[in-house]
């Protein structure tokens, strides 16, 4: 597929990176944007070589929403029935390696859902997220009312869905919202060097770690637990959990090769 508002790239032939490319717009998510980062990260996702992926922006902006020009004249039958807004947004929950997004600038609205839908977040020091649907006589609608309350708390989630502020990368961090914040220019390295560690393990292992931390907001804790447990007694099935311990215990460095 050829891609006009994504750019496309892998690194070390391991990571595959999706730049969101409509700088005039500030990366305004349209249904042809979103298309496009769903079949890469697709793509990527079906690529044995791929370990891990990266989504990033600009530097001024990650994401600033849904576009809210083409969003102005639609009607409900548009967004219910013909699924205008929402099509292909929770794509990105369907892709069991890991996401990370690295954001710098803007992330605000649908560009701070799509950061959550990804598995964590690095952010630069000029980062800025918010839920400002509200300014616009609508609320969130790609699960920023039900992501943001689980990773910051009800008081900093109703805060940000009720008055439309901004929170900088240093609230950031201290909510829980992002993993990390790093000096803008260092962005990209400190992605691309959490891609790589993720790209050392077992596939399998990292896919099954991804896939139990998920079902923590899915579930209760006994059911979580449980879940967990499971996947862990899978885990001893696998080449790799043998080569994993054999390493540790003849000190040395393990080879997985995600079997
Ligand atoms: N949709 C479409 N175009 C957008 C946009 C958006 N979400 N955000 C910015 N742009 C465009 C602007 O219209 C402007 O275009 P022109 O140069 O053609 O006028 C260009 O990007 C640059 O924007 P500004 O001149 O406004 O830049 P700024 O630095 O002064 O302000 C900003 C930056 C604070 C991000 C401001 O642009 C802004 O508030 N944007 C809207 C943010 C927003 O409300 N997002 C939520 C959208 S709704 C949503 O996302 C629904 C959902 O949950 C799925």
Known sequence: MAYELIEVRTEAGKVGIVTLNRPKQLNALNNQLMDELGAALKSFDADPAIGCMIITGSEKAFAAGADIGAMASWSFKDVYKDDYITRNWE??????????????????????ELTMMCDFIIAADNAKFGQPEIKLGIIPGAGGTQRLPRAIGKAKAMDMAL?????????????????????????????LAAALVICEFSQIAVMA?????????ETGLSDGVM??????????ATADQKEGMDAFVNKRKAQFRNE
Not at 166 to 189: F, Y
Not at 209 to 217: D, G, L, W, Y
Not at 227 to 236: C, K
């Open 91 to 112: 794509t990105i929950r369907g892709i069991r390696k890991p996401v990370i997004a690295a954001v710098s600038g803007f992330a605000l609205g649908g560009g701070c």
């Open 163 to 191: 008055t439309g502020r901004m929170m900088d990368a240093a609230e950031a961090e201290r909510s829980g919202l992002v993993s990390r914040v790093v000096p803008l220019d260092k962005l990209m390295d400190e992605a």
């Open 209 to 217: 770690a991804k896939e139990s931390v998920n079902r923590a907001f």
């Open 227 to 236: 879940f967990e447990r499971r996947m862990f007694h899978a885990l001893f």
